[in-house]
DNA sequence: TCCGTTTTGGAGAGGTCTCTCTATTTAATT
DNA sequence: AATTAAATAGAGAGACCTCTCCAAAACGGA
């Protein structure tokens, strides 16, 4: 009933996620996208209502796939402190096999102009922070915290710290070290070594 | 002999530390500068050469003011173990006295065109990191490290952890809360017990 | 007082980007 | 074959930004 699509959403998206790891959120220009795919930009315009629209939906679609993944690395295995270390590690090997959306993911929301989202946008991304943080917290609790300060250790032992690893590496355009994933599994440890 | 400046090279800089603080380093336009201080363009043209040239001074200016005070406490303490943890809570504090400068750095230098700027901008970047990583690199040595991994472990619980506790709030918007010097020093303690 | 130098003040050329609007194409359905 | 909904194709308006250029202003020194 209807002329197929030609360059449809997730092609579009591709090329934005490439544009973004190679030149920054500022790279992602309609235009640009436009041109990556060999399209006008007023074939952008038809599957987007706006940049920002735009910009929203490839941090969100990176971040959802990230969080899949690590979401169910810390809840596969039953002993806690395993599945932190395992999360940790997770981290360090996604990042290694998926480097433009860890290039994107690193400079974070605001970024991609957060501020301008649209509510719904805006409450995807909270859901998606809300469920991760979630299972943090319910895992600082089998892990034994009680304090809020005990949490934000776990947190950062599980998040932070990884992410940290990995900036140093991806944001100077190099590759991740062989050892990396241990290194973070090590540092992780020893930050729940003492809760 | 010649006329007084009326817009000098720090007020503009000072104005674009504001600027990026707010809106990011999108935001350091040659026009929004000259708006902040109620110049006209040509007067900051006068000052800089171009919008790299000032972009590459905001960051060099800021990082440099930072890593003084880092490298200062690094060194401070004859005992390595000390000066670990002093340096670890030095950033967090001075994080929370340094809130817009902070916003600025947690960016890094490839959002502020790192790619564009002159040689010589680029050479004190690095020279700056050079002396950083020397200084960490002599306190590893210090310490007891002896692979390069090891080296790698120390820059984490000194540089990269501290940091990621304080982008973690910043990010957000928020403060620093109370408790986050001791949680910082407190992780790098731990990091580094097991060197 | 006059000169030389630095700086201001401001207009505007040229480029890029966002977004709009309309005409045309395409293929499934009738 | 005619109809119709969805998609492409592309031109262009309007905003903003970088950077240039030149005249006017302000001060110290001769």
Redesign the interface.
Do not use: T, Y
């Given at each position: 009933m209807a002329r197929p699509p030609r360059y449809d959403t997730s092609l579009l998206l591709d090329a934005a996620v490439r544009l973004a790891a190679e030149g920054?959120p500022?790279a992602v220009t309609m235009a640009a996208v436009a041109k990556a795919v060999g399209a006008p930009s007023g074939s952008v315009y038809h599957r987007f209502p706006s940049r920002s629209a735009l910009m929203a939906e490839v941090w969100l679609r990176t971040v959802e796939r990230f969080q899949e993944g690590y979401v169910a690395v810390l809840t596969a295995s039953g002993d806690p402190g395993q599945a932190a270390v395992a999360a940790s590690r997770h981290v360090v090997a996604w990042s290694r096999t998926h480097r433009e959306e860890t290039a994107l993911l690193l400079?974070?929301p605001?970024?991609f102009g957060r501020g301008a989202w649209s509510p719904e946008q805006a409450e995807r991304a909270d859901a998606g922070n809300r469920r991760l943080f979630g299972r943090i917290a319910a895992l600082a609790a089998e892990l034994g915290a009680r304090h809020p300060?005990q949490t934000?250790?776990v947190?950062?032992?599980l998040v932070?710290?990884p992410?940290?690893?990995v900036?140093?590496h991806v944001?100077g355009g190099g590759l991740l070290?062989a050892?990396a994933e241990q290194?973070a599994a090590?540092?992780t440890a020893?930050?729940l070594?003492?809760l």
């Open positions: 920054g500022a400079h974070g605001e970024a300060a934000e250790r947190a950062l032992a932070d710290l992410l940290a690893l900036r140093r944001r070290p050892h290194l090590d540092s020893l930050l070594s003492d």
